[in-house]
C-alpha cells in the first residue's frame, strides 16, 4: 500500500462511525456501477444467465460435480 493510501485510511478510520459509515455506502455504490437498479431488469439479467449456463452444460463445455462432492469441499473449507 503507498503512503497516501495509507495516510487517508488512518484519517478515515479516525472519523466517527456514522461519518465511517457513510463514507463506506459512497465506496460501495461507486463499486456498483453497472449494476441494474430495477428489480424486473435483475430478473431479466438472470434469466439470460441461466440460459447462458444451461446453453454450456447441454454443449458439453463445463463438467457438472456431484452435490454431495461439494458439500465434502465446502465443509473441509469451513473448518480450516
Known sequence: MNTSLEKLESEVLD??????AHLARRLIQSL???IPEDPSEVEREWEIEIH???EEYR????????????MVAARGR???
Open 59 to 70: 454443449d458439453g463445455k463445463v463438467q457438472t460435480i456431484p452435490a454431495a462432492q461439494v
Open 32 to 34: 456498483d456501477t453497472g
Open 52 to 54: 447462458r449456463r444451461l
Open 15 to 20: 472519523l466517527p462511525v456514522r461519518e465511517r
Open 78 to 80: 469451513r473448518s480450516q
